[in-house]
């Protein structure tokens, strides 16, 4: 899972990057459009996979990753260049809003006001989308001069999707809010438009905006949140400063300000629920290992994230879910107690389930 983090300038973007890949990329002037963007890779934390380690010993653990890309944030131009290179190979935008007060942090629009900014923010990835619509458009109009009749079948049904599209898109309406059919989603997928992507919005506050956190997130959460747009609060700067500490004496500290989960447990929560995905478990060669597949994967699907030649030479799948072998204690038992299933190619993998796979090439 590749997330895009996304803001205007000094909105803390990059704290926020620091906070989630406990990183010491430079804040504050990290914003020019020449700069490559900081990229993080971060371990799933996941108790089930702490568990599965304690109960089979294994000699290696290997959790889940997140790749977390802070993109450099010009005021204007966002879907442009660079920026477009690296956004449109994300799975989700996690656009950090600015909400906090700070005299020596200038706003570039002389005041914090955090609905403006996301509705620019909105304006910029729509008039990427918009740009590309547009110069197919004129690729298709030219095509149709030489065009078969069964070509022209298509680039006339191909006209018509990306017209409806526009239309929305200039209603302030973003393609993942469009109500478009599974095909006619399957047939943009490779224009990889920004507004079509997931959108987590992340209302940045500062440590005295702390007691506040609820009330904001309900009332942003009332006016943004829906099904392929989820938001949280919370404060970069604290964030930053507690993943630089030990695990123990975070735990302390958050406990002492009522801060509730690490921002990064949220973020990786809140992301799972808005792609739709799910964590399973291996425990071949002496290794237990998570996987992320998106929920309805097959079984022999689900192979295919392991190694190609699984999928390819898929017999069955021995599986068991988590809870039951956590109940088990071990394999052995959970084999003695009938726990352990065999399920074919079509079984449908369940989040949690602990799976061998049998294959033959």
């Known amino acids: 899972m590749e997330i895009g983090i996304i803001g205007l300038p000094k909105s803390g973007k990059t704290t926020v990057f620091n906070a989630l890949a406990r990183g010491e990329a430079q804040t504050g002037a990290y914003s020019s459009a020449t700069l490559d963007p900081n990229i993080g890779v971060v371990k799933v934390p996941d108790p089930r996979l702490d568990k599965l380690t304690e109960l089979l010993k294994p000699k290696r653990t290997v959790p889940a990753e997140v790749t977390y890309i802070d993109i450099a944030a010009p005021a204007k131009g966002f879907g442009k260049g660079v920026h477009l290179a690296y956004l449109s190979k994300v799975d989700a935008l996690a656009h950090v809003v600015r909400a906090f007060e700070d005299e020596r942090i200038p706003h570039a629009e002389g005041s914090v006001d955090a609905e403006r900014d996301i509705a620019a923010m909105n304006l910029e990835l729509a008039f990427s989308d918009l740009g590309i619509i547009e110069r197919r458009l004129e690729r298709l109009k030219d095509s149709l001069k030489g065009a078969k009749q069964q070509e022209r079948e298509l680039i006339f049904r191909e006209q018509a999707l990306l017209t409806k599209i526009k239309s929305a898109l200039e209603s302030d309406i973003p393609i993942r809010e469009q109500d478009l059919s599974e095909q006619e989603s399957k047939e943009i997928e490779n224009f990889q438009f920004l507004t079509a992507k997931p959108m987590l919005l992340l209302l940045n506050i500062s440590e005295g905006q702390i007691p506040e956190a609820s009330s904001l997130e309900a009332k942003f959460g009332d006016r943004y949140r829906r099904p392929n747009c989820e938001m949280a609060v919370l404060s970069g700067q604290i964030e930053m400063e507690l993943a630089q500490l030990s695990d ?26 808005l792609l739709g995905l ?40 021995e599986v068991i879910g988590f809870d039951d072998l956590d109940k088990c204690g071990i394999l052995a038992e959970a084999r003695k107690q009938g726990l352990i299933r065999l399920e074919g190619k079509n079984y449908i993998v369940q989040d949690g389930d602990v799976m061998t796979i049998l294959f033959n090439v």
């Open 248 to 273: 123990a004496e975070a735990q302390e500290f958050r406990a002492g300000m009522d801060l509730g989960e690490s921002g990064l447990d949220r973020m990786i929560r809140l992301s799972y629920g």
């Open 278 to 317: 799910i964590s399973f478990f291996t425990t071949a060669s002496d290794e237990v290992k998570a996987w992320t597949i998106r929920r309805s994967t097959t079984a022999q699907q689900a192979a295919g994230k392991v190694h190609s030649d699984m999928e390819r030479g898929f017999i069955r799948a």
